[in-house]
Every structure is written in C-alpha cells, then in structure tokens.
C-alpha cells in the first residue's frame, strides 16, 4: 500500500516472475514454474489465464490489453521468443530469433514499442508492434546475468544491472549511465517498477531473504 503496509493480494501461484496491470485492473503474472500466465482481479481471484512457452519472465500489457511475455526458457536460459497474448486468451508470437537471447527484463512504450533485455549477455532490444526488432544497447554482463528489469519512464529506460550492482538509464540513442545512487554493496539490485504516482522509480534486491523496497525520486521533466 502507499503508506507501506504489506498484504497479501493472491496466492497458489507458480514461480512468479513478473507482473503487469491491464486497462480494467486486473494483474498478469508469469509463472516459471509451470509455464503459465496467470490473471489476478482487483478481489485478489486467481486464473490461469494462457499457456506459454518453457521460462516465462517479463510481462507488460498494451494499448489493446493485449499481454506480451519474454521467454527466458530453461536451463542457462534457451528462449528466444516473445509471446502476445490477446484479451481473449489467444497466444501468438510477437518475434522470435534474430537478437533474442534469453530474453527476461521487459518494459513498453507509449506507442506499443516492446524492450526486453537478453539476461545473459546484456542487448537490450526495441521490438516494434509488427514485429521487428533493433539493437538499442549492450550492457556488460559480469558472472554471466545483466539485466532482471527495466521500466519505460520519459522515453527512457531503467534498468536493474543485477551483477554490475547499479541502476542503469538507457536512452534511445544507446546511451547508457549509472543512476547516481550508492546502492547497498554486496546486495543485487532485481525487481524494478515506476511509480507514476510520485515519480519515482521502485526497487528491490534479489537473491535474499528479506525484499526491501526502495526508492529513487526522479526529476520532472521539462
């Protein structure tokens, strides 16, 4: 809740990964485990709601509620899809191969454009809403993993660098810098979101018992 409390909206799910919101309020959730996405109504009501392909990571919803899902896949992360689910349930593919790697942290754009970053090797990647995809960025990717999650906030990217320890912006023209914030040295910055509420972008650590969520105010734009 805004004022911090922690409850529980929905439970009996499978390896949750990501979460996206569509027009009416419900969540999405992709579910590792088992390969599904699931649908949460603001009452907290659990449904599956598609089966996707093996590893489903991120999640973002469209202009059209349509819920798009990158595909991380199994083991080491052998997925080279993204996956469009319309509002009725149907599963198509929005792309697949090309730059494709292990494809997990994903975000979107006022006009449809799906990023998703490869979690192994670090390209981050703008697919259009027919399906082309271009090479935004590269991120350094140390011990093996780059990016868990990024956020879309003023035609910019945020994104969780997990090994590199840092908050990274992105900017259309590939430009890549740190967010200029001391993060907590030894933790892995993960789950990522944006708060439109008090322009601030939301973050968590992976990879520990305890969840803390925390904050970085941004500046208004002009």
Do not use: C, W
């Not at 942290?105 to 454009?113: E, K, L, Q």
């Not at 090479?135 to 994104?159: E, S, T």
């Not at 040295?185 to 322009?199: H, I, K, Q, S, Y």
Request: glycine residues 10%; proline residues 5%; without cysteine.
């Amino acid at each position: 809740a805004p004022d911090g409390q922690v409850f529980i909206l929905a439970s009996g799910l499978a390896g949750p990964i990501d979460v996206a919101n569509d027009s009416a309020g419900n969540l999405y959730v992709s579910n590792f485990n088992d390969a599904t996405v699931s649908k949460i109504t603001p009452e907290g009501e659990v449904t599956k709601f598609a089966d996707v392909l093996p590893g489903p990571a991120g999640i973002v919803v469209d202009s059209h509620d349509n819920v798009i899902v990158s595909q991380y896949g199994v083991g080491q992360g052998d997925g080279t899809t993204v996956t469009r689910i319309s509002p009725q349930g149907d599963v198509s593919a929005l792309a697949t191969g090309g730059l494709l790697q292990a494809p997990v942290a994903t975000a979107i754009d006022s006009h449809d454009n799906v990023y998703v970053a490869n979690f192994n090797e670090g390209s981050v990647i703008r697919i259009t809403p027919d399906g082309q995809q271009a090479l935004i960025a590269k991120l350094d990717a140390p011990n093996g993993f780059a990016i868990g999650h990024m956020a879309f906030v003023d035609n910019r990217l945020f994104a969780t660098a997990i090994a590199a320890q840092k908050i990274v912006v992105i900017r259309q023209n590939g430009r890549v810098r740190e967010r200029a914030r001391n993060l907590d040295e030894g933790r892995f910055p993960n789950g990522l979101t944006f708060d439109a509420a008090n322009n601030t972008i939301l973050f968590t650590y992976g990879f520990g018992p305890v969840a803390d969520l925390e904050q970085i105010r941004l500046r208004e734009q002009m």
